[in-house]
């Protein structure tokens, strides 16, 4: 199952799937070098700030190794809804990255000497127009 990363710097964020297994082993807060995903990203420093894995738990910093575990939140991460006192057992991953990961986010610590906009070309594309719509005559 390909890795769906997106990589965001500046409020803008863009998209590239990974089909190896390049970031296994590697932990929600670690610095990588844009490198390792694509060879245009020479230069670029990003840092892995959070995923989730192919069944929608997502990864948190403060749990260690590969597995689920319930863990009791108050506010913030993994909370929607909180309410002064509200606690909430939730389940998360680990903070290592593994095949069962589905997606990343990443975000631009460092910017490499081409910008992201040339690299993802293709992202750049304005969206089409949609096609007018036609009536139907009615009898």
Do not use: C, H
């Amino acid at each position: 199952m390909p890795l769906k990363v997106n990589i965001s710097e500046k409020g803008r964020t863009w998209k590239i799937e990974l089909t190896d297994e390049m970031l296994s082993g590697k932990s929600v807060g670690d610095t990588i070098e844009g490198k390792e995903l694509k060879a245009e990203l020479a230069g670029y420093q990003l840092q892995i700030m959070g995923g989730s894995d192919s069944s929608g738990f997502p990864l948190t910093k403060d749990v260690e190794g590969i597995g689920l575990k319930k863990v009791l939140l108050t506010k913030g991460f993994g909370m929607r809804d909180s309410y002064p006192g509200i606690r909430r057992r939730k389940t998360v991953r680990g903070k290592t990255i593994t095949t069962t990961t589905a997606q990343l986010n990443l975000n631009v610590v460092k910017a490499g000497a081409t910008p992201l906009a040339e690299v993802f070309s293709e992202q750049n594309k304005p969206k089409e127009a949609a096609a007018p719509k036609t009536e139907v005559p009615t009898a």
